[in-house]
């Protein structure tokens, strides 16, 4: 692909198959961007005393990293575009960025201050975590987050500029998540989530819709861990649901085949203003592979989605309504194929490698292939 003339570092501690990352790196590349990785460690850190500690050697690293990269590459740096949960490296990414005159940008993502809170961990280490967000946030020139309404969140939380802020979605590896890697549906109407076990996801809704369920032979199939993962295998163990099934981590293949074939694929569903600013991986996914996707009624859903067409919404916390959604799927599958349909046809539009790219180089000012 031609150069662009564009050329960014995309600095932090990441894991290089984790696909928030790679539709960053992935989709500047895309448009024609040249980027050089400069990871300072191989998996990701959580903020906390380690991190705070090994600071000076990582500062180091990141030093040493960015003059290489400065003395290999021919071309001027652009910008340095900092990966996710590292308001600590900001500090001398900024300092890095004005000595280079580069455009700096983060990876806000999702707030630091707020996922611990829902970790429930003591109120002053929340503070805390709070108080480095809302003084390294403002080293950025531009910070990322999952979604537009994400960002009006945020710009309030945090006292931000909103012109600081731009909403880019997660989107969703097209090799393993695509609608050729169906199976031969199962007999029984499957209903399938996957991803991390979080209070902000809303599970006990899926096992109250579960309950209501018992009788009409769906089977819902859970894959993945999480923090919620005992507690919401408990719940199921103690209404004896039997068509309710825990696969923990699979590989991406099986994975795939599961989100792909299964006949609905569910989002989240807690009330809570982090879900309804939110999209989620499984969304992003499960469009993707063409399955019919049932979540939450939500803001940032309705950035890009719209009930009934693309997909299949229903009020937070209430499981009678997915219930009820579920059999109205069941009992139209024209309607469900079509919400499968134009539900990937929204993720080639939105979501795709190519378009989380431009989506970037528009808001940096920067021309795009399209326009090129």
Request: glycine share 6%.
């Amino acid at each position: 692909m031609d150069d662009d003339g564009r050329t960014v570092i995309l600095l932090g501690d990441y894991n290089g198959d984790y696909y928030r990352e790679v539709s960053l790196r992935d989709g500047l590349r895309a448009q024609g961007v040249t980027v050089h990785e400069c990871r300072y460690r191989d998996e990701p850190l959580f903020l906390g005393p380690k991190k705070l500690s090994l600071l000076p050697v990582y500062y180091l690293r990141i030093w040493r990293g960015v003059r290489r990269i400065t003395r290999e590459s021919e071309d001027e740096i652009d910008a340095i575009l900092v990966t996710k949960f590292n308001p600590l490296i900001l500090p001398i990414a900024a300092l890095l960025a004005w000595r280079l005159g580069a455009t700096l940008v983060y990876d806000l993502f999702v707030s630091l201050a707020r996922t611990v809170e829902l970790r429930d961990y003591d109120d002053w280490k929340v503070k805390i975590v709070y108080l480095i967000e809302y003084f390294a946030l403002r080293l950025p020139d531009l910070n990322l987050t999952e979604t537009d309404a994400f960002s009006d969140l945020y710009t309030d939380y945090y006292n931000l500029p909103r012109k600081k802020l731009l909403g880019v979605p997660v989107g969703a590896e097209d090799t393993w998540f695509h609608p050729d890697n169906m199976e031969d549906a199962a007999e029984e109407f499957t209903v399938v989530y996957w991803g991390n076990f979080l209070p902000h996801h809303g599970l006990d809704t899926v096992i109250d819709a579960a309950e209501r369920l018992r009788d009409e032979d769906v089977c819902f199939e859970f894959y993945g861990e999480g923090p919620e993962r005992k507690r919401i295998q408990s719940l199921v163990d103690q209404r004896g649901l039997n068509d309710v099934s825990f696969h923990g981590r699979v590989p991406w293949e099986e994975l795939s085949v599961a989100a792909a074939s299964g006949d609905i694929a569910l989002g989240i569903f807690a009330d809570d203003m982090r879900s309804d600013a939110s999209i989620t991986n499984k969304v992003s996914e499960a469009v993707a592979a063409g399955t019919a996707v049932v979540t939450m009624d939500a803001r940032g859903v309705r950035e890009w989605f719209e009930h009934g067409e693309d997909i299949y919404l229903v009020p937070p916390a209430n499981g009678d309504a997915l219930a009820e959604a579920i059999l109205t799927l069941r009992e139209n599958p024209d309607l469900r194929k079509e919400i499968g349909s134009k539900g990937r046809e929204t993720y080639e539009q939105a979501f795709s490698i190519e378009r989380i790219g431009a989506t970037i180089m528009e808001r940096l000012g920067w021309s795009t292939l399209d326009e090129d």
